[in-house]
Structures are given as C-alpha cells and as structure tokens.
C-alpha cells in the first residue's frame, strides 16, 4: 500500500555523507548530552479526548491544565467521590461524566488517558490497560508508569512556562516556576500579545515564502535591540490608531533593512537620568541592593571593562562595555563618556556603572563634573572600594588599637603615569596601594627612600573578592621579587605595615 494512505507514519532512509578529510583537519568535538530527562514539547491536544478517571483534588487541577489546551475531557467518577471544582466543571458543561466507577470500555476512542485514584492497584491496572493499547497515559504518584509528567505552569494569556523535575519533587516546581514568574516584567503576556501583531505585520509586509529568514533575521534584531523593557512599551499602544501608526513606523524601517530604536517608535516624555555606580570589588554579592535594583531597571549601562560578567548579567536593557585603547585611556574615556550622553539627549536613564567606589582613583569627580558642565547632576550610588575588601579578603584589619591607628590608601598609577607621593614612614601607618603590580620596584624603591625597614611585613591580594583570589604574603625587601616569582598579575591590591600580622601567622 502506499505510504501515502498512513498520514502519521514516517519514511526513514540513511544518508552515506563522505567527507574527504585531510591529515591537518580536526574532527569536531560537541557537548555531552546529558540524558535522562524528558522531552519537553508544548502538545497541541486541542479537540482530542482525554479520560479522566477519579473526580478527586488532583481531577480539578488536571481539568484546569487541559481545558486551557482546549481539550475534549470526560471524566469517570461516582458523584460521591467529586470534588467541588469537578462537580463546578460538570455543571456548568466544561466537562462529559459519567457517574460510576471506571470499565475498561471506558478508554476506547481516547486519545490519553489520567488516572487520579486513591486505589494504587486499580491505577496500576488501568495503566497497564493503556500501555497495551498503546494509548499514552499518567498514573498519579506512579513515575514509572507515566508516559509523560505535568509540569508546575505559569499562565499569562499567550505565554506559559513549565517546570519539570522529571517526577522528583513536584513541590520543588512549584517553587521553581513562582521564582521564575516574580522575575518577569509586569504584563509580559501582553507585551508577547504585541509582539505578536508585529510578527504577523512583518509577514503581511513580506509575504514570499523564500524571504523568511529575512523576516526572522529581522524581528529577532528587533527583539535584542529593545530588550524586553523596550518591548513592553509597546504596551503603551492603548488604541488601534496609536498601532497603526507605530507599526507603519516599523514597516519603513523593514522595507530599508534597518532596526530602530525603541524611541524612534515611541517617543518617551520621562526625563534623563544619569547614575554613577560602584560596581565594588567583583563579587556580585558585594554590590547595595540599591545598585542591583537600578542596573536592572536602567534604560542603557556603560560599565567600566573590569566588571565580571556576574554583574554585568543584572542588566536588562542596553548594555556597552568600554573597549580597550592600549596607552589612550583619555580616549577611551572620551568615547564611554559620549555614549552616556547621547543616551541622556534620547531622554534615557543612563548608569555610569564603575569598578570598586566611584570617588575613590575612580574618575568619579571628573565624571560628575563632566556632566554638570552639560546640565545633568549625576545620582551617586556607593560601591565597596578593594582598598578595604582586599585587606579584609586577606584578614588584616588596616586599623588595630596598638598596631595601626592610621589609613593611607594610595595608588601605583597617577596622573600621566606619576607616581604616588608617600609620606615618611611611620610604624602603626598601613599602607593600601591599588595599580601596583606594573610599579612594584619603583615602590618598593620609594618606601625604603621613605625610610621603611626592609622587614615590614606587605601582602599582594590578586583578583580580591573573586573565584581566583590569591593572598601572597612578603616583607618590602621581598615585595618586587615576589611578583615576578608569584607572576602576580593585575588587578592585585598591596598592603604594607604591621597590621597584616595581627591575624595573620607569618614570617616576612
């Protein structure tokens, strides 16, 4: 017979693919699949019966997951044994029942089948039953017997998310899937409603069949240029002419294959806003609650390279990083400081988001200079500067009644290139250097110019407050050699003074 008369069944052929390999090719190598999951597909059962059997708690919520798909459900179940929301479900004609206890005969015609008995042999039986039929079918609280598993579900009109522990922990889906709602944006669903009418305009615009990787290039361009805070404006579009016109908008930049701004297609009227951020030392945990909540609402972020990528993940709108310009650090900040203001001219809340403290050899004042001088106050939102977390990272406590009662926090790099003025020494000072790899035998000239004794104890923190961190300890004598030996590299904070020893069991 032809296959053509099997509308479900499938042709499987193999394909001999040969490929001349010469001695220089490597063969390429992928991810280890990990297995043992399931396979998580959204199931089209619109119109197809589904047998319920049990009219219990778990009958209603299963009712519910169906009706949503736009199932044909019958349940099998004597009316004593309903639940107020089957009984609810029955009356007003959500549902077909039958009042008795489930037959065999019950599962011809069915497209799948659940069982929701407080009987575990029945179940199993009416499993079995299935499984011979080759009908697919859940057996509540029975795993090994479910030809597939309900998942915890987030509904918000067109959007669903679910959450599966392949059968492990159904409270902790439930857990899963509300942390996973709470960090949507508000009316989300409607925001996909939107896109959704832009998706289709896109296809009115562009009918032919052979251009839809024109049409997906282009929609996802606009997907990742506006973010989902730029896509939730189109929100704002409360009328059909207030659609009409933003879309016409869009179909002009989709004729001339560009992407626009989000504003170029609703013009905002909230007012720039700009904020400096203290990023601290690179631990994300380190950062106020209050830098988090403004990195994640903020329109564009221009951060500083140093930033973790842990941080930088916060962001949910625009983001750029500060591209490096070997030996031009005026240029470089030239550029990151024209980017903040073209944002502000759009009407942009803009983060100036900065490594450590801003205020603290971070360029901080000049910034908010800067941004005076064109008409914007700068909001300042404090950081954990290293000069602090790096010493604390190595349990030396810069100040100690009797050892240190004097802070000098300096850096290793100045203006131009200078190099810091240190004053005499003196025993309970502590010394805390930022940039002073690249000038350790410059410095540690400096400190014996400044009368320090050869034996002061001095700690290198590389990459404080971080996965990689290294603590190496040293006398001033030592502190040159030991980068070189170490090969201690930058960002390492230095502390120099007898406070390192008072935690801290160590010979210089």
């Known amino acids: 017979m032809p296959t053509s008369q099997f509308p479900y069944s499938s042709y499987f052929i193999t394909f001999q693919y040969t490929h001349n390999m010469s001695d220089t090719d490597t063969p390429a190598t992928?991810?280890?699949?990990?297995?043992?999951?399931?396979?998580?597909?959204?199931?089209?059962?619109?119109?197809?019966?589904v047998l319920i059997v049990g009219g219990g708690n778990v009958a209603g919520q299963r009712i519910v997951s169906l009706k949503i798909a736009d199932a044909q459900v019958i349940v099998v179940s004597p009316e004593a044994g309903l639940h107020p929301e089957v009984k609810f479900r029955i009356e007003n004609k959500e549902v077909e029942w039958r009042d008795r206890y489930f037959i065999d005969q019950d599962v011809d015609g069915v497209d799948m089948v659940l069982t929701?008995?407080?009987d575990h042999e029945e179940s199993l039986r009416i499993g079995h039953l299935c499984r011979d039929k080759r009908i697919p079918v859940n057996v509540a609280d029975v795993p090994p017997m479910c030809d597939f598993y309900f998942m915890s579900q987030h509904r918000d009109g067109p959007l669903q998310i679910a959450v599966s522990t392949n059968g492990k922990g159904p409270k902790l889906a439930n857990m899963v899937r509300v942390a996973a709602a709470n960090a949507l944006p508000d009316?989300?669903?409607?925001?996909?409603?939107?896109m959704g009418k832009l998706r289709a305009k896109v296809r009115e615009w562009e009918p032919e069949m052979k251009n839809s990787g024109k049409r997906m290039t282009w929609v996802t361009k606009v997907c990742d240029k506006w973010g989902l805070k730029g896509m939730a404006r189109l929100n704002d579009l409360k009328t059909q002419e207030q659609e009409d016109a933003a879309f016409n908008k869009l179909k002009e930049y989709f004729i001339m294959g560009g992407v626009p701004e989000i504003d170029a297609i609703l013009p905002s009227d909230k007012k720039p806003r700009i904020t400096l951020i203290g990023g601290g030392p690179g631990d994300p945990e380190l950062i106020t609650v209050k830098a988090k909540r403004l990195l994640e609402e903020a329109d564009l972020v221009i951060s500083d390279r140093l930033i973790p990528s842990q941080i930088l993940d916060l962001v949910q709108g625009e983001l750029r990083i500060a591209r490096k310009f070997t030996g031009k650090s005026d240029e470089a900040q030239e550029e990151l400081m024209q980017w903040c203001l073209d944002g502000l001219k759009k009407g942009l809340h803009v983060v100036r988001l900065k490594i450590g403290d801003p205020l603290l050899f971070g360029r901080?004042?000049?910034?908010?200079?800067?941004?005076?001088?064109?008409?914007?106050?700068?909001?300042?939102?404090?950081?954990?500067?290293s000069a602090f977390s790096a010493p604390m990272a190595a349990m030396i406590p810069v100040t100690f009644r009797g050892v240190s009662d004097q802070v000098i926090i300096?850096?290793?790099?100045?203006?131009?290139?200078?190099?810091p003025d240190l004053p005499v020494y003196g025993s309970t000072q502590t010394l805390v250097v930022l940039m002073a790899v690249g000038r350790a035998s410059?410095?540690?000239?400096?400190?014996?110019d400044r009368q320090y004794p050869q034996d002061v104890p001095i700690c290198w923190i590389e990459n404080a407050n971080c996965p990689e961190e290294r603590i190496i300890y040293g006398s001033v004598d030592s502190m040159a050699n030991l980068v070189e030996e170490k090969e201690i590299k930058a960002p390492a904070v230095l502390v120099v003074g007898h406070s390192i020893s008072v935690l801290n069991n160590i010979q210089a």
């Open 410 to 419: 300096t850096t290793g790099r100045g203006t131009k290139g200078s190099m």
């Open 187 to 194: 009316h989300m669903g409607d925001t996909i409603e939107k």
């Open 442 to 448: 410059e410095l540690r000239s400096m400190l014996f």
């Open 364 to 385: 901080g004042g000049e910034e908010i200079i800067w941004f005076r001088e064109r008409g914007f106050e700068p909001e300042l939102i404090a950081g954990i500067s």
């Open 30 to 49: 992928y991810e280890t699949i990990q297995g043992g999951g399931s396979l998580v597909v959204a199931y089209q059962i619109a119109g197809k019966k």
């Open 116 to 118: 929701a008995l407080d």
